[in-house]
């Protein structure tokens, strides 16, 4: 995979060790993720958050990505390719420099993201959301992703997992 194809307008780079701070900043000011989702984010979980792996995945499957405009980091994401199983991506998070939120700026990334996993074969892109949180299931429901009914408990909620069933179609719906 080509994670530059991710982005026509913002240059796409894999996150390391190195830019911990500038990842802290940006999600240190999405307080409400972490009211749903704590604890509180630190640098020492970013840096586990970067290497943290899904059973039977490595870290070749694994992208964690930083969106940029010039050198502001615009959004994160984590994907992990080929799972839960082949030709599922999943995001295992995706979060936005809180100036760019409410501009169109994320649905703008994703709808890229849909359409450039499409292309290179990828029929399902599936994440979770915690349960009760406005902000995320209003953005994910707005860019085409659906709940699965499935739900699975955690130490502090619920996992709600979401999926677009076809990159293409909710690519094509949303032009």
């Known amino acids: 995979m080509n994670i530059q194809l991710l982005s026509s307008k913002y240059t796409v780079r894999y996150l390391t060790s190195d830019d911990v701070d500038i990842i802290y900043n940006l999600s240190a000011k999405n307080k409400l993720f972490y009211e749903y989702h704590p604890p509180f984010v630190s640098r020492k979980s970013i840096l586990e958050d970067m290497d943290a792996l899904p059973p039977g995945k490595e870290a070749k499957d694994k992208c964690y990505i930083g969106f940029f405009k010039k050198e502001n980091l615009a959004a994160v994401m984590d994907l992990i390719l080929d799972y839960p199983k082949e030709k ?88």
């Open 88 to 175: 599922v991506a999943f995001l295992g998070l995706f979060m936005m420099e809180q100036e760019y939120q409410g501009k169109g700026v994320g649905t703008e990334i994703i709808q890229e993201c849909i359409r450039y996993l499409g292309e290179i074969g990828y029929s399902k892109i599936r994440l979770a959301i915690d349960k009760g949180n406005p902000q995320s299931e209003a953005f994910w429901t707005k860019n085409g992703f659906t709940k699965t009914g499935e739900e699975y408990p955690n130490e502090v909620s619920v996992y709600l997992p979401m999926e677009v069933y076809s990159c293409r179609q909710i690519h094509l719906k949303n032009i």
